[in-house]
């Protein structure tokens, strides 16, 4: 035990600590126990493995002991509850999370479970956890200890504010901190692993206002780069060159020389990410006269984080050429510094006390943060805490550079002016929209694009171009202008503070202000009076739509037109909520102009008053153009839906629209702006050569043929040796009443004959629950681990458990069909339990069918089936992710084997599909593979 921990434990009474670790043996549901006894930094008494029930009949002296010592506890994920109902019968003084305060002392580890705490400080690993848990508590006071005495400062007054379990703790390190200064202090030893969002920070940027004519690419000298003997190969250890890859980077530079658009469908390890950065790289430094930056947009953050993190520095490192790539997210990742600041210097009032034991994970990581980016803080979630990161986040109504009282700080404007003037940009689908809609405002004028991961493209962009409306976000909105419940708090309250603060304010301005202010927060109220009766009228006509509501599992969606039957009993209380968010919008108004005519010497903090205001001003407008747009302002091009809630006493109905056709929308605002475009997947075609669904579908064939190039790019694994494609013709077709019962039979067969990772993908999550239960008590005899979406974790968390647990089994819907990269031999099985169909009467699936069939076309052919073929082939393409890879795909819906259409599916597919009639067949193909 160190000097220092033993003073700050003397302050606090404490010679004794209780150090307990809670976990399970692996592949079952029991919890062990380790425990240790620590006096005076000797170890006193620990145990190992043993049973909550046995911790409990420990000798009796060290009862008394237990009883009077402060208790630092750790606990495998998901076991938090049962740890803290563990403990919580100790008559301990303090409780302190090994883990919470490691969170806290350095926020940008990659995982907070002991094992790697204990790698990451350098530890040795100890059999007994519970010993590694205090050595891991310890290192991370060390850290916190190490920092400034200003920090400390901070550090104690939020603690005591938050009541948090550490309170009395970060007291005592502060007060130790106050009695040493002067003194050396201790040197943490521990480097933080901040990320940049720039690249070549130093290098020349693009400079506005030059122009240069554009010079081709010599195709052939970078081509070069991929061959067997080129720089690839000196400069990567077991480098393959690989025909398609470079087939795909010759296309890709022949696209930025003839200034056209390609469609690249290129398949699991064809190496697409090089292919396009490369010639990007050289293309942009090539050009850099001519301002020629790339664009470079994906779906998913982990491609988005191995382009900038890893790939763009190798290029870098390798190429020695001076260029520069920005990563650049939506503003509403970024820490704003006003807020920030705000908030620390706050009534301790205006936050709840579990929001401030969440700000105490910011501190460390503020102080650190290069980027302002919340997402490489690992210890706040940003998405469990939304509104309190609205409160932190920056905000178009809020932030203001002309205002800002930070600009050479502030992290938007900073990453958003490198952006402007960087060679390569990394961004997703969804900023790319709001890019254009803000007329190229964010990240600067660009004519090259690369579009990775664009089978989803046309998705996000009908979603981005949508609208949404819920009583939710309207109370939102008013808890901004004026919180009154438990604590009192928003642009009201600010508004009145300053006022009592402006003491040269005159008589009749400060009388104006409270008048309006006053009237303000009567409208608050009104509105949230009149949002609660509209919303709960609409619900229970809905609800008396829908035969057996109450039996409903799943939220029922209704799709509305303008002379719907509904709005004939619930358009008076809309249009008295209409009418009352217009004179919200007018007393915000209002306000703003006599607040802006004001003096500013006469009136404390004007400008933060006034972005605070824009800001809800801003918020307002858009509630009311969302209420116009989806009930008054009906267009036949777009589709409208309500979405009803599960629970029958709620309000919480949402109503939702977007366009049926985007591709006229895409055409103009992207398109026509651009010389080179690059469409690039593993999925884009289904199952027609020259991609025309996918081309229709993003409005490529608006575009003159002859722009237009598109080639597939095959994988070079060898799938006919390490995979195989296996139906079993005998279980009974999806639409019988059987199908789940037997498919899960024929589940539980491969289970028991393979003792292999396994992941089941469904389409319902009736389905997925019908299998999780039927399978709990096989994988609880068979010692195996059963992981199910939405019971065991998050999509991150489940699998990051499916890698680490040997032979596992994983269940997912939806989301687990792509995106999910899990290589080796941790997964060795696929199962598609069916057909990934849509649900036909999805709003957004039925208005397109019909669309296409009031206009003579077959619904079925020309997008029914093609949607489920890409996603298919999506999910398919989770099994072999490297050239090692080996494994089984089960397809349980025999559609694709008996029906014509089925052969759609397996057109693309690099193996011949195996069909077993019986069980006993079945158990054989899958016993002689591996």
């Excluded at 380790?34 to 049973?51: M, V």
């Excluded at 658009?261 to 064809?270: H, I």
């Excluded at 790289?281 to 900038?308: D, G, H």
Aim: aromatic letters at 10%; one cysteine or more; glycine letters at 4%.
């Amino acid at each position: 035990m160190s000097k220092m921990l033993k003073e700050i434990l003397d302050r606090l009474n404490s010679k004794v600590l209780l150090a307990i670790h809670l976990s399970r043996l692996k592949g079952q549901f029991n919890k062990l126990l380790d425990f240790t006894i620590i006096e005076n930094g000797e170890i006193l008494y620990s145990d190992k493995g043993i049973t909550s029930a046995v911790f409990r009949k420990v000798p009796k002296h060290l009862n008394d002991l237990i009883g009077k010592s402060p208790i630092i506890f750790s606990f495998e994920n998901g076991l938090e509850n049962e740890v803290r109902l563990l403990i919580e019968d100790l008559e301990a003084p303090h409780f302190w999370d090994s883990s919470e305060l490691t969170k806290i002392a350095n926020p940008f580890l990659q995982s907070y479970e002991i094992e790697d705490l204990t790698e990451t400080f350098n530890l040795l690993p100890n059999k007994n956890l519970a010993q590694n848990s205090f050595e891991v508590f310890e290192k991370s006071l060390e850290l916190l200890f190490a920092r400034p005495i200003a920090f400390a400062q901070k550090l104690s007054a939020l603690g005591m504010h938050s009541e948090s379990e550490f309170s009395q703790l970060f007291q005592a390190l502060l007060d130790t901190k106050v009695k040493h200064i002067g003194q050396d202090s201790i040197k943490s030893t521990l480097g933080f692993s901040q990320t940049n969002n720039v690249v070549g920070e130093n290098s020349k940027p693009l400079i506005s206002g030059q122009t240069g004519r554009l010079r081709p690419l010599k195709t052939s000298k970078i081509v070069e780069i991929f061959q067997p003997n080129g720089l690839f190969s000196e400069q990567f250890d077991n480098f393959e060159s690989r025909e398609e890859q470079a087939s795909l980077v010759n296309d890709i530079c022949e696209a930025f020389n003839d200034s056209r658009f390609l469609v690249a469908e290129a398949q699991t390890g064809t190496g697409k990410s090089m292919a396009y950065l490369v010639p990007s790289v050289f293309w942009t430094m090539k050009n850099s006269e001519a301002l020629e930056k790339v664009v470079i947009s994906t779906r998913t953050k982990n491609l988005q984080e191995q382009l900038f993190f890893k790939d763009i520095p190798t290029l870098q490192r390798i190429f020695k050429l001076p260029f520069k790539a920005v990563l650049l997210k939506g503003r509403n990742n970024y820490l704003c510094l006003t807020k920030w600041n705000a908030i620390l210097n706050a009534s301790n009032k205006k936050f709840t006390t579990e929001d401030k034991q969440q700000l105490l994970k910011l501190l460390v990581w503020f102080e650190e943060t290069k980027t302002g980016d919340i997402a490489e803080n690992q210890a706040f979630n940003s998405e469990a805490y939304k509104n309190l990161w609205g409160k932190l986040a920056s905000e178009s109504g809020y932030c203001n550079m002309a205002n800002c009282k930070h600009p050479q700080k502030c992290f938007i404007s900073r990453v958003r002016n490198e952006a402007k003037t960087a060679n390569l940009v990394l961004v997703n689908h969804s900023l790319l929209f709001s890019d254009l809609l803000s007329e190229n405002n964010v990240f600067g004028k660009y004519e090259n694009l690369i579009i990775d991961e664009a089978h989803s493209f046309e998705k996000t962009a009908i979603k981005y171009f949508g609208t949404e409306m819920s009583v939710w976000a309207i109370k939102s909105l008013l808890n901004k202008i004026h919180f009154n419940e438990a604590f009192e708090t928003g642009l009201v309250v600010s508004i009145r503070t300053q006022i009592g603060r402006s003491n040269n304010l005159k008589s009749d301005a400060k009388t104006l202000i409270t008048r309006e202010t006053d009237s303000l927060s009567k409208l608050v109220d009104s509105v949230k009076i009149k949002s609660m009766n509209f919303f709960s009228d609409l619900t229970k006509e809905l609800q008396a739509e829908v035969p057996n509501y109450k039996n409903q599992k799943w939220g029922v969606k209704l799709t509305y037109k303008d002379n719907s039957p509904i709005w004939e009993n619930v358009f008076e209380p809309y249009k008295s909520l209409r009418n009352e968010v217009a004179a919200l919008n007018d007393a915000l108004q209002t306000l703003g102009l006599i607040i802006s005519d004001t003096k500013e010497e006469t009136l404390t903090d004007k400008e933060d008053l006034l972005q605070e205001l824009k800001s809800c001003l801003t918020e307002s407008i858009a509630i009311l153009e969302n209420l116009l747009a989806l009930v008054e302002n009906y267009d036949p091009e777009f589709v409208y839906w309500f979405e009803l809630p599960v629970k029958t006493n709620s309000v919480d109905t949402r109503f939702f629209s977007v366009p049926l056709d985007v591709s006229e929308l895409l055409q103009k605002n992207i398109y026509e702006n651009l010389q080179t475009l690059v469409f690039t997947s593993a999925t884009l075609s289904a199952g027609d050569k020259k991609f025309e669904y996918f081309r229709k579908r993003v409005g490529l064939d608006l575009v003159l043929s002859e722009k237009v190039a598109t080639s597939k790019y095959d994988s070079p694994f060898d799938f006919e040796k390490n995979c195989k494609l296996i139906v079993p013709t005998f279980l009974p077709p999806p639409n019988f009443q059987e199908f789940n019962s037997e498919t899960l039979r024929m589940i539980s067969a491969t289970l028991k004959t393979l003792d292999k990772g396994c992941l089941i993908l469904c389409t319902s999550y009736a389905q997925l629950n019908y299998f999780a239960d039927g399978l709990k008590e096989e994988m609880q005899s068979q010692k195996r681990t059963l992981l199910v979406q939405g019971k065991d974790g998050n999509r991150t968390m489940l699998v990051s458990r499916f890698r680490e647990i040997e032979n596992s089994v994983l269940i997912g819907t939806d989301s687990f069909w792509e995106g999910v990269d899990i290589s080796g031999t941790t997964l060795s099985i696929v199962i598609i339990a069916k057909l990934p169909f849509e649900v036909p009467d999805e709003p957004i699936v039925k208005a397109k069918m019909d669309k296409i069939a009031n206009e003579g076309g077959n619904s079925f052919a020309e997008y029914y089936l093609p949607e489920a073929i890409v996603k298919f082939r999506q999910g398919f393409g989770r099994l072999i992710r490297s050239k090692t890879d080996k494994g089984i795909v089960i397809v349980a819906d025999t559609r694709i084997a008996k029906k014509n259409y089925g052969r759609k599916f397996i057109a693309d597919l690099p193996m011949e599909m195996i069909k077993t009639n019986d069980l006993e067949h079945f158990r054989q193909e899958l016993g002689n593979f591996f």
